[in-house]
């Protein structure tokens, strides 16, 4: 006898729901806000800072990675504490803390800030969609707009946070792209530790904007957020209320944001990496935008290497 629609609708239902119970025991599953935040730091805007430090000054600009690993796992690690300690983001901490002229100043900046950044990466996203497609950029724009906006609507938050973390992988993509073409590694190493750098405005500039986009103070607010949001998940109490679990959960952030921060600074290094090796070989030092570094990656290392690095920017964003 043939098995009955019913029957066969119940299966898939039940095929569906294993390979979601297997899906969610993954160890990406098992990873916190840590790593998202970090990929996150590598946005479109931060890959063309990037991309201008590596074309402009080639190997020499490699040493501010090594540099602000440290300091930008420090601070985040921080902030992921302040959130699951008391429960609540920063601003909310702010508020409870100091004057409300100073949480009006600082929510105001952090608008502002985050209103020219997100402006930014969704056009980044555009033309890099453009290029990759031959689709128009402000329709591109608009779709990943609308997309983001909906999905942050509709998509309970431990199921979006859960995409965020696959796309994450995105970051791999630049890795690979230094397969592609040729990597003095030996070169490479020495000018990590020892650049050969002029003490000038256009230096000073670029080192000011790698710092800046690397430990930028959005990230602050988002690391805290995600604790928040990723404690009420698992429906559990701030620590303040439930110090039993606090030794647990604070070496979950540590390794959650050390690691997150250096997945992040590894992948902005190899950003750097690959734009000195193509781009400022081939004399292009003049890069505004991820979506330019993309498209000057593709006369220079070909179209495999073009589609990787434009993909990831797509991803990220």
């Known amino acids: 006898m043939r098995p009955s629609k019913r029957h066969n609708k119940s299966s898939r239902a039940r095929s569906l729901a294993d390979l979601w119970r297997r899906v969610k025991k993954h160890p990406l599953a098992r990873i916190g806000p840590g790593v998202i935040t970090g990929a996150a730091d590598d946005d479109p805007s931060g890959i063309a800072t990037y991309s201008q430090a590596g074309a402009q000054f080639g190997l020499d600009m490699l040493w501010t990675m090594p540099l602000a690993y ?50 930014a990466d969704v056009s980044a996203m555009g033309e890099v969609a453009e290029l990759v497609s031959g689709l128009d950029r402000h329709a591109m724009t608009a779709f990943f707009v609308v997309l983001t906006l909906l999905l942050q609507i509709f998509v309970p938050y431990h199921r979006y946070v859960f995409l965020l973390k696959w796309l994450t992988l995105s970051l791999l993509a630049y890795a690979a792209v230094l397969f592609t073409v040729h990597v003095p ?27 800046g986009t690397t430990i930028s103070p959005y990230l602050f607010f988002w ?17 303040l209320r439930n110090a039993a679990a606090a030794p647990a959960e604070l070496r979950r952030i540590r390794w959650d944001t050390w690691s997150g921060m250096l997945y992040s600074d590894v992948t902005a290094y190899f950003i750097i990496l690959a734009t000195a090796v193509t781009l400022h070989v081939s004399g292009i030092t003049d890069i505004q935008t991820a979506a330019q570094a993309a498209g000057a990656l593709r006369p220079v290392a070909g179209d495999f290497a073009f589609l990787l690095f434009a993909i990831r920017i797509i991803g990220v964003g």
């Open 70 to 119: 440290p300091l930008m796992s420090a601070i985040q690690s921080l902030c992921a504490q302040i959130g699951r300690v008391t429960g609540k983001g920063l601003a909310a901490n702010i508020k409870a803390a100091f004057p409300p002229i100073v949480l009006k100043a600082v929510v105001f900046l952090l608008l502002l800030a985050n209103t020219l950044n997100i402006a």
């Open 185 to 211: 590694w030996s070169e490479v190493a020495l000018r990590t530790v020892w650049p050969k750098l002029k003490l000038d405005f256009s230096t000073a500039a670029v080192v000011v904007g790698v710092f």
């Open 223 to 239: 690391q805290a957020s995600e604790e928040v949001e990723d404690m009420h998940a698992k429906r559990a109490g701030a620590l």
